[in-house]
T-cell receptor, first 113, second 111 residues
Framework: NAGVMQNPRHLVRRRGQEARLRCSPMKGHSHVYWYRQLPEEGLKFMVY????????ESGMPKERFSAEFPKEGPSILRIQQVVRGDSAAYFC???????????FGPGTRLTVL | DAKTTQPNSMESNEEEPVHLPCNHS???????IHWYRQLPSQGPEYVIH???SNVNNRMASLAIAEDRKSSTLILHRATLRDAAVYYC????????????FGKGTKLSVIP
């Protein structure tokens, strides 16, 4: 069974560019969660999505960040006009049911120059 | 969210058992106790979870106190691959779908 897949694993952007992070959940999972881990800090929840719906975005910064989980294809976390403070590891998790065990991907490490 | 307290770090010799404690005195009656671990430069990995009874799986055992205010993750024979940060997370999904990660316990395994 393939686990949660994230790509790219490493992403380098210059300030002001856009970053797109992709997450393919485990087979049969229709619930996706995004977390961010800043350097030397713990993981913080960002957003929870079901297919075509954002359920909880209480952890998302109010500006520049957006997420989607279309009917077909992976979930996308999009960061517009990146700044150095966006440099972090971004992890995606999926679960088969809304409050089920969350299984994490390997993460995307974003570096903003 | 229930507050958790874990030791910042622990050490174990390879092939010896390890007991990782967690206090969660404000846990609610519907919260399961989840344990995750994060190996260096990797995503968190689910280890085990339980509600009231002790639980076993191929990775570890979870011992839950009768009053549910504390629990202990038990690795029966530590290997070098078990060196990671271990997180204890009370979670029920009631009102929130997010896992709240604290600082965890950094486990070092000595060859």
């Amino acid at each position: 069974n393939a686990g949660v897949m994230q790509n790219p694993r490493h992403l380098v952007r210059r300030r002001g560019q856009e970053a797109r992070l992709r997450c393919s959940p485990m087979k049969g999972h229709s619930h996706v969660y995004w977390y961010r881990q800043l350097p030397e800090e713990g993981l913080k929840f960002m957003v929870y999505l079901q297919k075509e719906n954002i359920i909880d975005e209480s952890g998302m910064p109010k500006e520049r960040f957006s997420a989607e989980f279309p009917k077909e294809g992976p979930s996308i976390l999009r960061i517009q006009q990146v700044v150095r403070g966006d440099s972090a590891a971004y992890f995606c998790a999926s679960s088969p049911v809304p409050v089920g065990t969350q299984y994490f991907g390997p993460g995307t490490r974003l570096t903003v120059l | 969210d229930a507050k958790t307290t874990q030791p910042n770090s622990m050490e174990s010799n390879e092939e010896e058992p390890v007991h990782l404690p967690c206090n969660h005195s404000t846990i609610s009656g519907t919260d399961y106790i989840h344990w995750y671990r994060q190996l260096p430069s990797q995503g968190p990995e689910y280890v085990i979870h339980g509600l009231t009874s002790n639980v076993n799986n191929r990775m570890a055992s979870l011992a839950i106190a009768e009053d549910r205010k504390s629990s202990t993750l038990i690795l029966h024979r530590a290997t070098l691959r078990d060196a990671a940060v271990y997180y204890c997370i009370p979670y029920s999904g009631a009102g929130s779908y997010q896992l709240t990660f604290g600082k965890g316990t950094k486990l070092s395994v000595i060859p």
